[in-house]
Structure formats: structure tokens, C-alpha cells
């Protein structure tokens, strides 16, 4: 049982490169999420999925966008990557519809950007 | 809104001593509160939660937390750590606002480090 799984691992980028962060669940659960962690300000949230076909922002969602492609998959782009967007980024996911469901994390995401 | 205070960003315990790690909280009604732990390399993992009920929370891996009212607090505590327990520690509050909408806010975090 994999649980929550990201790709890639680590990324180097250049500023003004664009990528896609991947994220997958083999739980059957309805939300997903996506957080940065950055030091000293734990971790915030960029956007969410609370069931399919649905995307909602979260507290830093500038520079990001998202898609949740099927119940498994929740994406996360960076359309033109910016020093500030250096940082470790997770991908969580509940069984219900709302934040206070017990969220399971992937492993992340460690982001350079240059 | 709400906020949530780890006071302490690394402690160093001995192997074997007790453990206890603060948070504290800033809501205006009853908070919903938890505790992650983070292992090196990995993602979160929920330690434990306190919806209501009973103050003294049991978690997984012998962690347990106490909610203060009083004190606006939830520390997290084990009597005895084991060297595995070396991660960092996230405490979380969330709320639900008159519109039903819900909220989760982390802490910073507190780095736990445990020596032979």
C-alpha cells in the first residue's frame, strides 16, 4: 500500500522555468491538498481539492496552479518558477471533505529554484 | 482567526527521559488540535487529536497531550522517549468559521533531538 506518492523528489529550476509537480493516492479519499514548508513558518496551504472536479485556493496561491485530473491525481504547476517559490512542498490527503479529517502526507518535494 | 504557538524550535533529550513538547493556541471557541510528527525525509504523520471529550488524548506510538482551557494548551508528553522519536513535532488547530467553512493552522514546529 503506497499511500500518498510524490514525483519528483528533488528539482532544480531556473527562474521563469515552468513545471509539474505530481501527486497520487491509493486511499479512496475524496480531498487533497498541496502545502509548502518553509523554515520557521510551518507549513501553509496553497490549494485544495475537497472531492473530484473541484479546486479551491488556500492561504498562498499565487504563482500556482492546480488540477485534480481523477479522484487518484492532484497536480501542482508552477508556471513561471520564482526564487521565492524555493521551498518543500507536500501533498496530503483525507477521506472526508474537510481539514479537521485526518490528512496523510507524502514524502515531498524539495524545490531549488535559481 | 486562529493561531497556534510552538514556543520551543529545537529541544535535546537524553534517551530514556520524559518528554514534553508546548503548544499553545490562540481561538475563540473550543479548538480542534492536533499533533504531527515529522521523521527526516518523510512526509506528516498524525500523532493524535483532540475534538472533545476527554482532556487527556492517547496517541500512536505511547504520545499522549493534554488540553488546557485555562491555559489556551495542548502540550504533547512521553514518559520514556526512544531514539526513533528524533523528528520534528507539529501541533495544529483547526476551526470552523459561522460559514461552516473550516481551517487548519500549523505551528512552526519544535525539533526534537535525542542523545545516547
Known amino acids: 500500500n503506497a499511500g500518498v506518492t510524490q514525483t519528483p523528489k528533488f528539482q532544480v529550476l531556473k527562474t521563469g522555468q515552468s513545471m509539474t509537480l505530481q501527486c497520487a493516492q491509493d486511499?479512496?479519499?475524496?480531498?487533497m491538498y498541496w502545502y509548502r514548508q518553509d523554515p520557521g513558518m510551518g507549513l501553509r496551504l496553497i490549494y485544495y481539492?475537497?472531492?473530484?472536479?473541484?479546486?479551491d485556493k488556500g492561504e498562498v496561491p499565487n504563482g500556482y496552479n492546480v488540477s485534480r485530473l481523477n479522484k487518484r491525481e492532484f497536480s501542482l504547476r508552477l508556471e513561471s518558477a520564482a526564487p521565492s517559490q524555493t521551498s518543500v512542498y507536500f501533498c496530503?490527503?483525507?477521506?472526508?471533505?474537510?481539514?479537521?479529517?485526518?490528512?496523510?502526507f507524502g514524502p515531498g518535494t524539495r524545490l531549488t529554484v535559481l | 482567526a486562529q493561531s497556534v504557538t510552538q514556543p520551543d524550535i529545537h529541544i535535546t533529550v537524553s534517551e530514556g527521559a520524559s518528554l514534553e513538547l508546548r503548544c499553545n493556541y490562540s481561538?475563540?471557541?473550543?479548538?480542534?488540535l492536533f499533533w504531527y510528527v515529522q521523521s527526516p525525509g518523510q512526509g506528516l504523520q498524525l500523532l493524535l487529536k483532540?475534538?472533545?471529550?476527554?482532556?487527556l488524548v492517547q496517541g500512536i506510538k505511547g504520545f499522549e497531550a493534554e488540553f488546557k482551557r485555562s491555559q489556551s494548551s495542548f502540550n504533547l508528553r512521553k514518559p520514556s522517549v526512544h531514539w526513533s522519536d528524533a523528528a520534528e513535532y507539529f501541533c495544529?488547530?483547526?476551526?470552523?468559521?459561522?460559514?461552516?467553512?473550516?481551517?487548519?493552522?500549523f505551528g512552526t514546529g519544535t525539533r526534537l533531538t535525542i542523545i545516547p
Open positions: 496530503a490527503s483525507s477521506e472526508g471533505q474537510g481539514f479537521l479529517d485526518t490528512q496523510y
Open positions: 486511499m479512496n479519499h475524496n480531498s
Open positions: 481539492s475537497a472531492s473530484e472536479g473541484t479546486t
Open positions: 481561538y475563540g471557541a473550543t479548538p480542534y
Open positions: 483532540y475534538f472533545s471529550g476527554d482532556t
Open positions: 495544529a488547530v483547526g476551526a470552523v468559521s459561522n460559514f461552516g467553512n473550516e481551517k487548519l493552522t
